[in-house]
């Protein structure tokens, strides 16, 4: 059972990384840039999605925390710009911002 002084820091990773957990004493923690995998199987990194703009889409709702009827709308949203129909004048967030003072 392993003891712990004060300030040791413990660097847990994902169960399915599979590397085992670490203590280290404050002084000598050290951070290091994260270890490219490459993907498996000759796989594109954005695997199992169909596009990495799929992925995106997933990692933004992910990120923002959409609900599911939030995620479905912004899907619509995808396709009706896909269909080029309407057009998406937006640059940035100012953008927007500008239109809601505008219309308010």
């Given at each position: 059972?392993?003891?712990?002084?004060?300030d040791d820091i413990k660097v847990e990773y994902h169960p399915n990384s599979g590397i085992e957990a670490k203590?280290?004493?404050f002084d000598a923690f050290k951070r290091r840039p994260a270890t490219l995998i490459p993907p498996p199987d000759g796989h594109p990194p954005w695997h199992p999605f169909k596009s990495w703009l799929e992925f995106d889409i997933a990692e933004l709702t992910l990120e923002v925390g959409l609900n599911n009827e939030q995620s479905d709308q912004l899907i619509k949203l995808c396709h009706r710009c896909a269909l080029g129909k309407e057009k998406v004048t937006f640059k940035n967030h100012k953008d927007i911002h500008s239109m809601w003072e505008a219309a308010s």
């Open positions: 059972f392993p003891t712990f002084k004060c203590v280290c004493a």
